[in-house]
């Protein structure tokens, strides 16, 4: 049974429906562009970008812009986006939740809608979902479309780096980006069997845009860098106005007072960079099937503007040469 929930309107006053069904997992959200035809699943990253709970200006206008992207496809596919586990009005998360667990929630959706196949894509983390569906599950896989992949993170080991994440995500997300937001524990590391696998070949045919600057280290290593510029061109900043959080700020400014610290972290991130061999790995892996866009001399002024000029069209020629009707 599919429960449909209140209308929704986005930032162009084009319309999508939230929806709610109880697979044989779970029980999940998902919301429907409408259209027809082939289906296009968004993955989720780390946001909900359908999360209306948030008051900050950039958080909505980005949310807009994603509903919009997802919106620009309607026209000639069927546009789902499934919410993970903890957003929206999803089941919680286990503790043991993993990439394995998200994707086979993923294909439980998918069989309880009848959707043999489909194409995909998804923002930041979200890539590791939809590497590990097309190492596991090819068969259901059109297509795949990685925008600004977060293909692993860095295996934290060391406590000073992981409490560093641990406060920059999800202390942060949980006190300004949404009310709603419930984070799993997991402490899962993702390493793609074609990491470490020189011989598996994936072919699903598979879009990857990359930014010659920020395709090469992890998340962590550019947000501690920022962190650090930051406290050295305003060493008086006022920390308890940082976050709507006192325990985020106190964590931030006992850090910017060390940097000693600020150091070793930065130093971490930088000796412990997956990326050079996860990019190799890609190309190897999906040889001819990989289509590699190179965004990096676009000098778009906006999210948006990026959005349109570059993805939309792009991805709209990568769907229709690889849409095989059966």
Request: charged share 25%.
């Amino acid at each position: 049974m599919i429960l449909f929930l209140p209308l929704v309107a986005n930032a162009q006053n084009k319309a999508y429906i939230s929806k709610l069904v109880t697979t044989d997992r779970l029980t999940v959200e998902y919301i429907d562009f409408g259209g027809e035809g082939t289906h296009i699943i968004n993955i989720q990253g780390a946001h909900n970008f359908f999360d209306e709970s948030s008051d900050e200006p950039f958080i909505v206008e980005t949310n807009n812009n994603w509903i919009n992207f997802c919106q620009s496809f309607s026209d000639k596919y069927h546009v789902l986006a499934p919410l993970n586990r903890g957003f929206g009005q999803t089941d919680d998360a286990p503790e043991n939740w993993s990439v394995k667990s998200q994707v086979e929630d993923l294909i439980s959706f998918m069989d309880y809608l009848k959707i043999e196949k489909a194409f995909f894509f998804g923002k930041g983390p979200a890539a590791k979902n939809m590497l590990y569906l097309s190492e596991n599950y090819p068969e259901r896989v059109l297509g795949i479309v990685f925008v600004q992949a977060m293909m692993v993170f860095t295996d934290i080991k060391d406590s000073i780096a992981a409490e560093y994440k641990y406060y920059d995500e999800v202390k942060s997300y949980e006190s300004s980006e949404f009310k709603k937001f419930k984070p799993s524990s997991n402490k899962e590391v993702f390493r793609p069997r074609i990491f470490s696998d020189s011989i598996l070949k994936i072919n699903n045919p598979t879009l990857y845009f990359f930014h010659e600057k920020y395709d090469n280290r992890t998340l962590w290593q550019g947000r501690i860098e920022r962190f650090i510029q930051r406290v050295e061109k305003n060493p008086n900043y006022d920390w308890t106005s940082y976050s709507k959080s006192n325990e985020v700020n106190s964590y931030f400014k006992e850090l910017a007072s060390d940097k000693k610290r600020m150091k070793y972290i930065q130093e971490y991130f930088e000796n412990n960079n997956p990326y050079p061999q996860m990019n190799s790995a890609i190309r190897r892996a999906y040889g001819n099937h990989l289509v590699q866009f190179n965004e990096s001399n676009d000098n778009s002024d906006s999210w948006w503007t990026l959005i349109e000029n570059v993805y939309i069209p792009v991805m709209k020629g990568f769907f229709y040469i690889n849409d095989v009707k059966e």
